[in-house]
């Protein structure tokens, strides 16, 4: 099929490239030169394994191509993808101005007969707002979420685990439009991947329910963690234990400094803020919770540190491992990570950060911070050393190696990824999150 991506972030991107991989003819759409001219010549203009021999692989098919002005090549494409960001806006809801763009865009090059297909986050109601405009010029919509997860993007978007359809109203244009999609996921329907068909405010919601739902666990650990360390239980085996329920289950059940990225933090205030209009007061109550335990994570890895290097720190030494908001992403978004590593500067603190990817990204947006690819270059007379982000190649450190080079054997480990036992035999002065 003939499909555009309108939107080639993360999502766009990722998405365009996987649709070509499915052997369709595929457009990407962006206003950014720069990211168009990357993508075009197989840049990937983020880290993602995986996603760059993709692009390079489906480019070489002449399957693939990216444009800022798509003029009337429009006119000839089937289904068209909208994956515009939704950034919040200062009140904590989304803002549609791109979706807003991009339906522009659309309804003055798209053909009367295609199909708009929307995958970006969207508060309830948007999707039944956008098919009226689209109804205007013959096109039909339908909302179908994205659950991608960076770091495991391609897999997710060509092996996801369910996918939802939210269809217009009308029996008749529910089934072209479903048709049109089932043809574009023909492969995926074909290994039995579970399709999900709603109506628009079901499918809108279902995203942002997936994601707080994420959230709520790992706040709720991490206020388990809390009662763990003043009752002197460990939050880890708890985790364990309670995990082997298949109702509750380990995952997203890792105690630490907190969720941080585009999606979680971004998506809990969004279905607050349509919480809150829609007078549905215990779920706003509920996500206000689950966001002040996660950003209280935070202040409590801060104070932590604080204590632990004899409550002033002011000219302190101090390497954090870890800058990008989870391992196998060089995403920084709200990271906790790099919070806590700026605070920490703020208050007086000489930070040396650590990461295996971030590092070109934290260099342009916190140029006051001393950046260091090497671990073992940047424990280097540290006098407190913070785990915030659990690469492989952090919680692989032998310890015994690892305090050769600092002042002060003295680790936080904000992810609960290291050994304690194996730490504190090499004579460091480990403390976790709940443990
Ligand atoms: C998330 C959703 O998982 C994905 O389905 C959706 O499409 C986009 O948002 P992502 O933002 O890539 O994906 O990250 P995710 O793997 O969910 O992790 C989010 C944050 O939670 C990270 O900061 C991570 O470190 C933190 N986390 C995760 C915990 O603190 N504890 C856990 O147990 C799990």
């Known amino acids: 099929m003939k499909i555009s991506v309108v939107g080639c972030g993360y999502l766009g991107a990722v998405h365009a490239a996987c649709m070509a991989e499915l052997g369709h003819d595929v457009l990407g759409i962006d206003v950014d030169e720069t990211k168009v001219a990357a993508l075009s010549a197989g840049r990937a203009p983020f880290y993602e394994p995986?996603?760059?021999?993709?692009?390079?692989?489906?480019?070489?098919?002449?399957?693939?191509?990216?444009?800022?002005?798509?003029?009337?090549?429009?006119?000839?494409?089937?289904?068209?993808?909208?994956?515009?960001g939704t950034p919040q806006s200062g009140t904590g809801a989304a803002d549609l101005s791109y979706v807003d763009a991009a339906i522009t865009t659309l309804l003055a090059g798209a053909a009367p007969g295609s199909v708009v297909v929307g995958k970006s986050t969207v508060p309830v109601g948007t999707a039944t707002q956008l098919a009226d405009r689209l109804a205007e010029r013959d096109i039909a919509l339908v909302w179908?979420?994205?659950?991608?997860?960076?770091?495991?993007?391609?897999?997710?978007?060509?092996?996801?685990?369910?996918?939802?359809?939210?269809?217009?109203?009308?029996?008749?244009?529910?089934?072209?439009?479903?048709?049109?999609?089932?043809?574009?996921?023909?492969?995926?329907?074909?290994?039995?991947?579970?399709?999900?068909?709603?109506?628009?405010?079901t499918a809108e919601l279902v995203k942002t329910a997936a994601n707080s739902f994420l959230a709520t666990k790992i706040s709720f650990i991490n206020a388990m963690a809390h009662l763990c360390d003043t009752a002197g239980a460990d939050v880890t085996v708890l985790a364990d234990a309670i995990g082997h329920d298949p109702r509750i289950g380990r995952r997203f059940l890792q105690a630490g400094v907190g969720f941080g990225g585009g999606c979680l933090p971004k998506d809990i205030r969004a279905l607050q803020a349509s919480a809150d209009l829609h007078g549905a007061v215990h779920l706003a109550d509920l996500l206000g919770r689950v966001d002040s335990i996660n950003r209280e994570q935070r202040d409590?890895?801060?104070?932590?540190?604080?204590?632990?290097?004899?409550?002033?720190?002011?000219?302190?030494?101090?390497?954090?491992?870890?800058?990008?908001?989870?391992?196998?992403?060089d995403d920084v978004r709200d990271s906790p990570a790099l919070d806590v590593a700026s605070r920490l500067a703020d208050l007086g603190a000489e930070v040396t950060v650590c990461d295996p990817q971030a590092l070109p990204v934290v260099a342009r947006s916190h140029p006051h911070l001393t950046l260091e690819d090497d671990p073992r270059a940047a424990l280097k007379g540290a006098e407190l050393v913070l785990l915030l982000t659990e690469w492989d190649q952090f919680v692989a450190l032998d310890p015994a190696e690892a305090a050769t080079g600092v002042a002060e054997r003295v680790i936080i480990d904000g992810r609960n990824a290291l050994d304690p036992v194996a730490w504190r035999e090499a004579g460091w002065t480990y403390a976790g999150v709940g443990r």
């Open 50 to 84: 995986g996603f760059e021999e993709l692009l390079t692989r489906v480019l070489g098919t002449g399957r693939l191509r990216f444009t800022t002005a798509p003029g009337d090549d429009l006119a000839d494409v089937d289904l068209h993808f909208i994956a515009v």
């Open 144 to 201: 179908n979420p994205e659950f991608l997860r960076e770091g495991f993007a391609v897999a997710d978007t060509l092996h996801p685990d369910r996918i939802v359809y939210g269809v217009p109203a009308d029996p008749t244009d529910a089934q072209e439009a479903q048709a049109a999609l089932d043809a574009v996921y023909r492969d995926l329907l074909e290994e039995g991947i579970p399709r999900i068909v709603t109506d628009y405010p």
């Open 300 to 329: 409590r890895i801060v104070e932590l540190a604080r204590t632990h290097v004899g409550g002033d720190l002011s000219g302190r030494a101090i390497t954090i491992l870890g800058a990008a908001f989870k391992p196998l992403s």
